[in-house]
């Protein structure tokens, strides 16, 4: 949690909200006739040029800040004025506040949302005139994440209209100065060189040597022959598979004649596994193809081995080998979160990653649907959830819409800011989702990370008691009494649900009620909701009036016991309908205090209640939670951050896009993951005074969740980018046995073994699976690692984390191209040795340089 100082009470961060018309100093800004649309043209975001750029990290014994600028220059032919205007922009993780050098004063508006004014000494900025505005981040600054974001300008006349900067641009963190990291222990840039020898870890396969079938299936025997495949297979199923019948036609060539080999499609018993997503695939040259499932999940299942069993898409003659295979998956729960409340991503983004979770056998969908920065579900009787709470964008006057965030900026037409699901989309959502056996598990997230909802109910309290309503308050979800100090990771101190106002519990029952009637709607069982839970900064409820009451009333001692209350609350709620409750791990846990330090530890209070608990801590002393918690009865979803979140950045370098509070996460980060061990590998350090996992305590995870939050992602190209492959290894976990290196207690062969299915692995990616995605044009942008290189006498070597991908290089300090030479070996030429590896369509990945 953040623990610096909470940026003014309310009452101030209400009075930010509205940038102050001081008519004077808009007298002397501009002329008066001027309208607020040409006002805010004159000197705006299309005549600033802005760049940002990290200077130094500062070193004390007591702290560590960063040193940063702003660069403005005015590119118009008129000044920007001495006053009257205030350039906002978001910081995720904050700056310092106050009056700078430079005669500008920075300001905390809500949350990460700042901006910079001038002090009543500031003379404006003449054209063609540049000014450095030094400034200072609390922490040390490493990713660009942490970055100022989305500026635009707004003119104290003009208070509603906000211009966009377009001609910003972060400056490049290249310099030793800029690098330095002090004795923080924060992990080095990543060189050309450390890339080599990570790579070293895996041998190049042969093509017949390569794995066939990704994820691993359970049994796979060889047969000797091949089945040709002259014509189209002819499908055969009962009309109860008439969705898996027609995924089996898309897998074939439209080109190919009809009349091929039989594909038989059966639900019938697969020997010896109870899954009902098992299956058997048999390929006989004499007798077809046969997929039979414990159930049609089963018979999908063994369609998608099929794919991968065919040649990739161009291959000359088609044939597929003689294989029998029975599988079934390790886990029943193989997860995927996106977060589209912090950057709205419309239906045809969720239908591809659905898309993609059914081809490599993944199975819940976890719909991260609100946020404090965002209601991204349409709710029958409360429209205010999406008109207000779905819409961000710069206003003047409180209660209109949401502050920007994360780079979304003043224009509420933004497609990322703003946006939702209707109910129409929705239910088309879920049902897309069902026909790839896919269950969709809707997110509502409270108490905290609730401020979409809170601002869009306070928004109708008060538009309702203006009107005279009786009902006013009757879905109010925050004590306007309450004067309780906190603050979120996010910097917010006004988005925290109340437990203390019925109308939170009427709420709660109403967008439950209307969620389950969706799903009815679409013919989609529901079976949780995913209530949230994490994150309730310290402080919250602890001074509200409304929270105080009802602890007096049930004879509540602490938070803590409120907490319990809320949750009990809430729980009977779902159940209600049917429902059992999921959420993070703090709606298993108990807050309390040890040797002074605040600490999780199992809630007995639930252990019987069927919460399903998703453990993403497992940092700073929590390493072993989930193991705690599943020892301790409760149902867990392994989604670790140091392992799952997608949203992680693969490496320290600045450059590289993603976060980085929780660890930096490479696809051997995620592959080498073990479930029921993840401290196997950890010192004894790290390992003394940890649980392990009981055998009761095996039985209680339920399987594994990959995470991708969003406050770094607006294109939906850069999900692609953090999520795969990444997600191919996710994949692997879920559905594959522990794989013998994971159990083998001898190191030495241990290692041995891990380097054999490692190398299958991203031969596989590398030979198979990725090629396969390029060549069906699937697009899908998945990030292309840098190679490795190293220098080796007179000669560069090269390799790739992907063995057998294309790699291409140039010698005069250009970035490599299609047409650029192909590596085929080492590098004798001298010169600035430039590589880059090529997917199968020509797209170019991450660089590496190298000078000799």
Known sequence: MDNRKLYGACALTSLLLIAPLVQAAADKAVPAQQSPAALNDHASGARLQLRWEVQRPLFTAQSTRTQTRFILTNKDSRPLPAQGWSLYFNCMDGVETGTLPSKLVIEQVAGSLFRLRPAPDFAGLAPGQTLDIVYYHPGLIIKMAKAPIGPYLVYDAAPDVGTAIADFQLLPVTRPEQLDKGNSGAAPVVTPQDTYRRNTRADLLPAAEVPLVLPTPLHLQAGAGKLALTARPMVQAASALAAEAALARTLFPA???????????DVGKVDGQTSPEAYTLNIDAGKGIAIVGN?????????????????????GALSLPEVSITDAPRFGYRGFQL??????????????????????????F??????????RLEIAGLPELTSIGAVRGHSAKPGVRLQPAY???????????????????????????????IEVIPEIEMPGHARAAVQAMEARYHRLKAAGGKDADKYLLNDLNDRSVYKSPQLYNDHVLNPGLESSFTFIEHVVTQVV????????????IYMGGDELPNGAWEKSPAALAQMKKHNLETSADLWDYFYDRVDGILHKHGLFTSGWEEIASRKTMLRGQHKLIPNPRFTQRGFSAYVWNNTEGAEDLAYRLANAGYDIVLAPVTKMYMDMSYNPNPDEPGVNWGDYVELDTVYDFIPFDYLKNASDAQRLGKDGLTDYGKRRVRGLEATLFTETVRDPARIDYLVMP???????????????????????????????????FVNQLGQRVLPRLDLEQAGVAYRIAPPGLLLDGDRVLVNHVLPGVTLRYTTDGSAPTAA??????????????QVAAFDRNGRSGLVARLER
């Open 366 to 375: 976890h719909f991260h649907l609100t946020e404090d920065e965002g209601w």
């Open 726 to 760: 990444r997600l191919l290894a996710v994949a692997e976990r879920g559905w594959a046995p522990d794989p013998a290196w994971a159990t083998e207690p001898d190191a030495a062969k241990a290692a041995a073994v891990h380097r054999r299915d490692w190398s299958g």
């Open 255 to 265: 080109s190919l004649a009809a009349g091929g080999p039989a594909l038989r499609l």
């Open 295 to 315: 159930s049609a999940a089963g018979v999908a299942y063994g369609l998608q081995t099929l794919r991968d069993l065919l040649p990739l898409p161009g291959a």
């Open 407 to 437: 780079g979304s900026g003043p224009d509420a037409s933004d497609p990322h800011g703003s946006g939702y699901y209707s109910r129409a989309d929705y239910i088309e959502i879920l049902r897309y989702a069902a026909a790839r056996h």
């Open 517 to 528: 009637a969706l799903h009815r709607e679409a013919g989609v069982p529901l079976h949780t």
């Open 820 to 833: 650029s030479p192909l590596v085929t070996g080492p590098i004798a030429a001298r010169g600035v040795i």
């Open 339 to 364: 977060d589209v409340s912090r950057n709205f991503q419309n239906k045809q983004v969720v239908f591809k990653w659905l898309d993609l979770m059914a081809r490599y056998k993944l199975n819940k």
